[in-house]
């Protein structure tokens, strides 16, 4: 899709579906690295049913274009803001809605990958999109030791389903015990001091305000 950038809106609306888990094979999410450490290489079970990057994609990313993450001390939550919404909960759906969005990032934004490091589909299935190696390029100038987590969707015009909230609060709260993330630096990416932008979209914001108010720490 030709002049796709990160996090863009449209108007619309769509019902929730329910959840419908996709037989995918999965791995380990990439090599992430310790708490406090970049970019050692160990791969945490914690995350071992997250969908492998190479399940959607056979492209690597261009090492020569990205900078090695720093120590993590945030999340982003964002959606896709494409102008189509996403209705179905099929698995080879999510797959070609993260490869139109990955062919935005690196052919119209000149990026050397996806943007994001995790996506969730609307059957709640978590995807390894950038590894964690790398410092992502999901909000401007705030990329050093931010981990970007997209909900698949333009949540503008629809609703993200039960599974995907279900999957998100869960994802959120592994990755903030295994990077001792403070509660405090979850983030949307409208919340970030000077980000003009409307994501995570008008009907994924209360759902995240929600998510953090029962909170994200065992």
Not at 31 to 51: E, H, K, L, M, S
Not at 183 to 199: M, S
Request: charge should be positive.
């Amino acid at each position: 899709m030709a002049g796709l950038s990160a996090c863009s809106t449209a108007t619309r609306s769509s019902s929730a579906l329910q959840p419908d888990w996709p037989s995918v094979a999965t791995g380990n999410a990439g090599v992430i690295p310790r708490p406090g450490i970049a970019p050692a290489t160990v791969v945490d079970p914690r995350f071992a049913n997250v969908a492998a990057r190479t399940s959607w994609t056979t492209m690597l990313p261009d090492s020569k274009g990205m900078n090695q993450m720093t120590p993590i001390r945030s999340v982003t939550v964002h959606h896709d803001g494409l102008p189509s919404p996403l209705a179905s909960t099929r698995s080879r759906d999510a797959q070609d809605r993260l490869r139109t969005i990955r062919r935005g990032h690196v052919n119209h934004n000149g990026w050397a990958d996806i943007g994001y490091h995790f996506a969730i589909d609307r059957s709640g299935r978590v995807w390894s999109c950038r590894p964690l190696v790398w410092q992502g390029a999901h909000v401007k100038d705030r990329n050093e030791g931010n981990i970007g987590v997209l909900v698949l969707g333009n949540f503008e015009i629809e609703r993200p389903t039960s599974a995907q909230l279900n999957a998100l609060a869960i994802h959120l709260k592994t990755l903030v015990a295994a990077y001792r993330i403070p509660q405090r630096k979850v983030y949307t990416h409208r919340e970030w001091p000077g980000a003009a932008t409307a994501c995570p979209g008008r009907n994924l914001q209360p759902a995240v305000n929600r998510i953090r108010a029962q909170g994200l720490v065992a």
